[in-house]
């Protein structure tokens, strides 16, 4: 089987189900961003730091294709069974966090992102995540989009923001806090 087919040449794909549309298509950039996202997910996976979370990741990877492969569905005419996103899948997600929240310092403050490429990796990924969320939003507000997928996101922005400070605890990386600058008067 050839990877190209040359359907896509004129700026047109197809979602699950058949139908066509614009590669710029609002369902197509919500389905690519959360595509982009699973991507990151792998390089967080793919740094020594994070063996601990390794399996945790692999299961955020699944759910993100679990998600793309709604978005990419046409929500009038696929008859394909796509997987199904759990709310025990969004419970994994606080649970996890609330096991690295035991550990890390009470935040006081916003922290810079930053202190080690590994960090960095992970504040990429929660912002490309955060994209993900808004563009799913957008779609939901004009098409049918399972509620599920943008609590799904939304946890997992904090997900992986918790996972940032557990880097930093882990390599005994200070956190940078924000300290805003006020203009004196």
Not at 112 to 121: D, N, T, V, Y
Request: hydrophobic share 40%; aromatic share 6%; charged share 25%.
């Amino acid at each position: 089987m050839k990877i190209y087919t040359k359907t896509g040449d004129k700026g047109k794909t197809s979602l699950i189900g058949g139908t066509r549309v614009s590669k710029s298509h609002l369902r197509i950039e919500a389905y690519g961003t959360v595509d982009e996202l699973n991507s990151y997910i792998g390089l967080l996976s793919d740094q020594p730091v994070n063996k601990p979370h390794l399996a945790v990741l692999k299961e955020i990877q699944d759910r993100l294709f679990t998600i793309g492969s709604s978005l990419a569905s046409d929500p009038e005419k696929s008859k394909m069974k796509i997987p199904d996103l759990l709310e025990t899948d969004i419970a994994l997600l606080e649970s996890e966090m609330d096991k690295m929240n035991a550990v890390l310092p009470e935040l006081r403050a916003f922290v810079l992102p930053g202190g080690h490429s590994s960090i960095s990796f992970g504040h990429i990924a929660r912002t490309v995540c955060r994209r993900a969320e808004r563009m799913v939003i957008a779609l939901q507000e004009v098409d049918f989009v399972a509620d599920l997928v943008v609590q799904y996101l939304n946890r997992l922005s904090d997900y992986l923001f918790t996972l940032c400070r557990a880097m930093h605890q882990y390599m005994e990386i200070a956190e940078t806090p924000w300290q805003p600058r006020m203009a004196k008067k």
